[in-house]
């Protein structure tokens, strides 16, 4: 597609609920990123992938937080035993080449909110 | 933890006016600086990319500048406009996990008529 495309745009959520955000990256993007947006604040790193490969996951802030791009392409997200800490906008952005100091480009992000 | 801190935290100007945004950064060792326009309910898109040899950097109407000895930068905004009012967000990369993009909480642009 012509850019990164997340899903669904918005997500409620009671307490103690999984969830599970997609993102779809720019075809052929070889890197994707997450990140977390809390409200007023600037995004805050969770992991990133090489193609299918999770080459850092130090950002997740509990293991309740889990990560996969199993076929290099799409990426999926997922909160278990949702908190309302975990209230937030998730964004995801790809990269063509490893390391760009170019282009990167964000989704629109999924808002989340824990109730 | 603060590692790029950016001011004013928001700032309101009439259309037409001039403004300047800046942002310090703790980062180090340095890779790359890069403003950010972050619409409401948008991911944020890229206006310029700075490398420490790099001092000055322009797209359209924004004027970036880094001093990587003081670890300043600004974001210069000429003749502003009704579509300028976004969220501008400073983000810094580290030389050993230059893909770790750090941001700072942004500066809140209002551009009133």
């Known amino acids: 597609g012509a850019g990164v495309s997340q899903s669904p745009r918005y997500k409620v959520a009671k307490r103690g609920q999984d969830v599970a955000l997609r993102c779809d990256p720019i075809s052929g993007h070889v890197s994707l990123f997450w990140y977390q947006q809390a409200l007023g604040q600037g995004p805050e790193f969770l992991t990133y992938?090489?193609?299918?490969?999770?080459?850092?996951k130090s950002g997740l802030p509990s293991d309740r937080f889990f990560a996969e791009r199993p076929e290099g392409s799409v990426s999926t997200l997922k909160i278990q035993r949702t908190q309302q800490e975990d209230s937030a906008v998730y964004l995801c952005a790809s990269s063509l080449v490893v390391r760009s100091k170019g282009g990167y480009t964000f989704g629109s992000g999924t808002r989340l909110t824990v109730v | 933890k603060n590692q790029v801190e950016q001011s004013p935290q928001s700032l309101i100007i009439l259309e037409g006016k001039n403004c300047t945004l800046q942002?310090?950064?703790?980062?180090?060792?340095?890779?790359?600086l890069r403003w950010y326009k972050q619409d409401t309910g948008r991911g944020p898109v890229s206006l310029t990319i700075m490398t420490f040899s790099e001092n000055t950097k322009s797209n359209g109407r924004y004027t970036a500048t880094l001093d990587a000895d003081t670890k300043q930068s600004s974001l210069h905004i000429t003749a502003s406009q009704l579509s300028d009012s976004a969220s501008y967000i400073c983000v810094v990369s580290e030389r050993d996990s230059s893909y770790k993009l750090i941001f700072g909480s942004g500066t809140r642009l209002l551009v009133r008529p």
């Open positions: 942002c310090n950064y703790t980062v180090s060792p340095f890779s790359n």
């Open positions: 992938f090489q193609n299918e490969a999770q080459l850092d």
